[in-house]
Structure formats: C-alpha cells, structure tokens
C-alpha cells in the first residue's frame, strides 16, 4: 500500500455515495420492520379489546336471560331484541341496532358485527321469530359476532333460564 501523500487523506466520492447508499437501505428496512411492528400492536390490541368486550356483554345478557321470571313474563321475542320482566319485576330489555347492543338503552357493547336470538320450544324445534306466543320459549341461544381487522370473531351461549 502506498503512503498517502500530501493533501490526500479523507474519503473519495465513491466511499461516500457508497457509505450513504448503505445506510439509506439500512434506514428503509428499520424503519418498515418499525411501522410493521407498530401495526401488529395495534391491531393486537383491537382485536383484544372487541373480544374482551363482547365477552363482558356474553356474561352480562346470560346473567339476565337467566333471572326471567317466568315464560309468560316475556314481552316480545325477536331475532334482534327481546324484553322482558325479571322476578323483581324490572324491565329488562336488549336490543342490537346499528353497531351497539343496548340493554334497557345504554349501550352494552359497540362495533357488533352481528347479534341475534334464536327460541327453542320444548321439543328443540327452532320458534319462528317474532315469536308469536313468548310462552312457548324454553330455551334461547344468542350470539355476539365483532370484526376487529379481516378476521370474524363469534361467540355464543345458551339459555334455560332458572324460572321456567
């Protein structure tokens, strides 16, 4: 290797453009796996929250289906709402319009995807909705559907509520 001579030390252009190339490349790949990590979280984190919420609205509807007072107690049965009295003799009605499931009006859970009832008889046959005669219900199965991001999430429960 030759001394360098007088007046020659530093980097030539090429060095430079080279050094600078590298680390705009470096720079770009932080900063996608950044913004890519930055979105696993949030989404993560949205996905945690619609189901944690649609849970606590699972536990809170089987809680009151349960207290109904009786069959006859019943005071309409559609696919998307229902009332009726509790043994202490409370209204209690549920209902799911728009995005938001409301239980005697206040919203229970919002961003539902989907929501609906389904009535059994004492013979397991499926009540055609509205029910006509709420005393025939023995059974109801409902179901809560959130889609937080491109994947669907269901969870369901059913229902012999304790006064029939």
Known sequence: M????AGENGFTLIELVIA????????????????????????????????HSSRMALQRISRELRQIAASDSIQ?????SLAFYKKNGQLITLAW??????????????????????????????LITPVSKPQ???????????KPGQKTFSLFNEIEPRNF
Do not use: C, W
């Open 2 to 5: 030759a001394p360098a001579r």
């Open 20 to 51: 600078i190339v590298v680390t705009a490349i470096l720079s770009v790949m932080f900063a996608r796996l950044t913004t890519s990590s930055v979105d696993m979280y949030d989404f993560i984190r949205t996905r945690k929250n619609a189901i």
């Open 76 to 80: 309409y049965a559609d696919v998307d």
């Open 97 to 126: 319009a728009g995005k938001t499931l409301r239980l005697n009006g206040q919203p229970l859970a919002e961003k539902i995807h989907a929501f609906g009832f389904t009535y059994y008889d004492d013979k397991h046959n499926v």
């Open 136 to 146: 025939n219900i023995l059974r109801i199965r409902f179901k809560i559907t959130v």
